[in-house]
């Protein structure tokens, strides 16, 4: 499978817990975005990363959220002390840099209860 | 603030009919304005996309219009199937942001057998 992989698919979690999803991009895309995405609304830009470098954090990004990409390769994306605002779809998007299509894996959903 | 507003926000079209999503957007520096269609459970997935200095772009059943001085694009299904039912998403990008994709709100789209 060449695209991009999102884990797990759906979470379901108690207010305060902390949860982390795990992103694997395409291979040879040294670019990596995370969006959030709720009911109704389109996706709405998190961070991103070029290679290891986290370059862009969006306001929407409070300081409970936490991406990483330690070796350039997968991401993960942690939600500390959740709350029920957070219950959302998060994305995964990656792309090589200087290209505007970006492949979207099949997001992670997380309710919050 | 949005920058980049889409209509409807719902449709329902006979199949064989035409359908027609409408948007616009603020941000001059947007240079590449793909749309993207989603179903439920599943990612957003790259339809067609334009760059400013076309004004039409045709791929199958999809057509893009793009009007550059009225900041505005839309996008047309000929001859709808009810297998084009998803909600599809107009987007934005600009190539020196770091931002990724602006996405529009979305627009749920029926086609009745």
């Known amino acids: 499978d060449t695209g991009v992989s999102q884990d797990p698919r759906h979470k379901i979690t108690k207010r305060g817990q902390n949860v982390t999803f795990r992103c694997d991009p395409i291979s040879e895309h040294n670019r990596l975005y995370w969006y959030r995405q709720t009911l109704g609304q389109g996706p709405e830009f998190l961070t991103y990363f070029q290679n290891e470098a986290q370059l862009e954090k969006s306001r929407l990004l409070s300081d409970r959220f936490s991406a990483e990409r330690p070796k350039g390769s997968f991401s993960t994306l942690e939600i500390q002390r959740t709350e029920q605002g957070d219950s959302a779809m998060y994305l995964c998007?990656?792309?090589?840099?200087?290209?505007?299509?970006?492949?979207f894996g099949a997001g992670s959903r997380l309710t919050v209860l | 603030q949005q920058q980049v507003k889409q209509s409807p926000q719902s449709l329902i079209v006979q199949k064989g009919g035409i359908s027609i999503i409408n948007c616009a957007y603020e941000?001059?520096?947007?240079?590449?304005f793909p749309w993207y269609q989603q179903f439920p459970g599943k990612g957003p997935a790259l339809l067609i996309a334009i760059r400013p200095d076309v004004s039409e772009k045709k791929e199958g059943r999809f057509t893009i219009s793009f009007n550059k001085s009225a900041k505005q694009f839309s996008l047309h299904i000929m001859d709808s199937q009810p297998g084009d039912s998803a909600t599809y998403f107009c987007a934005a990008f600009s190539g020196g942001g770091a931002d990724g994709l602006t996405f529009g709100k979305g627009t749920h789209l029926i086609i009745q057998p």
């Open positions: 941000n001059t520096a947007f240079d590449y």
């Open positions: 998007a990656s792309t090589l840099a200087g290209a505007n299509v970006l492949t």
